[in-house]
């Protein structure tokens, strides 16, 4: 299995909605990501988790809270968003240590809120 | 902290053209580079990635980067564009230390029949 999945694809939620991304890997790879991109932008980062462990936040709003329960999954969950937070969320994983040094990524969330 | 360049925001080409697609960094330190491509609608896929050896990378679908230290550059190449190339094109740096990666603003590539 060579491949980062994400559920669900599209999702529409409103402003008082609690709503959760999953991302799944089984690779084995130990560094996950979570990135929001807008039309026609770069990814942006979010979070970083390596061995299961918050290593980056890049000073992402309360209403964003990631969660990795073990190695292979991690979670977005979504409480109280704004219109813009509308955007594409994409996970990416990468081996931990020495050779392969690349990102893997998702196909992405397409988050609408209304 | 990294930074990543990528000053042509559109490429317009004719098929069957060549193209170059640029990309400069700043980094005072070593780096790794990578060239990933996304289609509409979709995740980003790696295309290309230097990490040591050769400064000359190839994919297997006809594109190719070449790393030079001295400019700090990783432009992108292909000597024959197929409408299939219209894209997004995004460089990315990441340090040989560290979980994070730099992306650029991206090029989107449009290749006219």
């Known amino acids: 299995d060579t491949e980062v999945t994400q559920t669900p694809k599209h999702l529409v939620m409103g402003m008082t909605n609690k709503k959760s991304l999953k991302c799944e890997q089984h690779?084995?790879?130990?560094?996950m990501y979570w990135y929001k991109q807008k039309a026609k932008k770069p990814p942006e980062l979010m979070f970083v988790?390596?061995?299961?462990?918050?290593?980056i936040n890049e000073s992402v709003p309360s209403r964003f809270s990631p969660e990795c329960p073990n190695s292979s999954l991690l979670n977005l969950h979504l409480h109280a968003l704004q219109p813009e937070d509308s955007a594409l969320y994409l996970c990416?994983?990468?081996?931990?240590?020495?050779?392969?040094?690349?990102?893997?990524f998702g196909p992405g969330t397409r988050l609408t809120v209304t | 902290a990294q930074s990543v360049t990528q000053l042509d925001s559109q490429v317009p080409v004719f098929e069957e053209a060549p193209v170059e697609l640029r990309c400069n960094y700043s980094s005072s330190v070593s780096v790794y580079l990578f060239w990933y491509v996304q289609y509409p609608n979709q995740g980003l896929q790696l295309l290309l990635k230097?990490?040591?050896?050769?400064?000359l990378v190839k994919s297997i679908n006809g594109f190719e980067a070449e790393f030079n230290k001295s400019q700090t550059s990783f432009h992108l190449r292909k000597p024959s564009v197929h409408i299939s190339d219209t894209a997004e094109y995004f460089c990315?740096?990441?340090?040989?230390?560290?979980?994070?990666?730099?992306f650029g603003t991206g090029t989107s590539l449009t290749v006219i029949p």
């Open positions: 990315a740096v990441r340090r040989d230390t560290g979980n994070q990666f730099y």
């Open positions: 230097y990490l040591s050896g050769s400064t």
């Open positions: 990416a994983s990468r081996p931990s240590g020495g050779g392969n040094h690349e990102q893997y």
């Open positions: 690779m084995g790879h130990r560094a």
């Open positions: 988790y390596s061995y299961e462990k918050l290593s």
